[in-house]
Nanobody, 120 residues
């Protein structure tokens, strides 16, 4: 099975920055897209940023100008650089990849989630 492993979450003050990482491992044939989602308590899961590998990136209106998604294709790792963090950014952040494994069709894989807490 393909596995996505996240790191970089933590506690930060309002206005601070964090960089989340999500590394894909396993029997990977190709990665086609990578996304970041977040879910705060009592709220629905929200798409924060998406990246077509070799293509464009898109962002939720709430994070435009503050967050940047990027991909290191050689390392099979996607990053979410988060600047000017606000308390409303507090959530569990998940990465999702559309990945084709060896001998398998493409499908979605999810990371375990990492907590981001922004204090005021």
């Amino acid at each position: 099975q393909v596995q996505l492993v996240e790191s970089g979450g933590g506690l930060v003050q309002s206005g601070g920055s964090l960089r989340l990482s999500c590394a894909a491992s396993g029997s990977i044939f190709s990665i086609y897209s990578m996304d970041w989602y977040r879910q705060a308590p009592g709220k629905q899961r929200e798409l924060v940023a998406s990246k077509l590998i070799g293509g464009s990136a898109n962002y939720a209106d709430s994070v435009k100008g503050r967050f940047t998604i990027s991909m290191d294709n050689a390392k099979n790792t996607v990053y979410l650089q988060m600047n000017s963090l606000k308390p409303e950014d507090t959530a569990v952040y998940y990465c999702k990849g559309f990945v084709r494994g060896l001998g398998s069709p493409g499908r979605d894989y999810w990371g375990q989630g990492t907590q981001v807490t922004v204090s005021s």
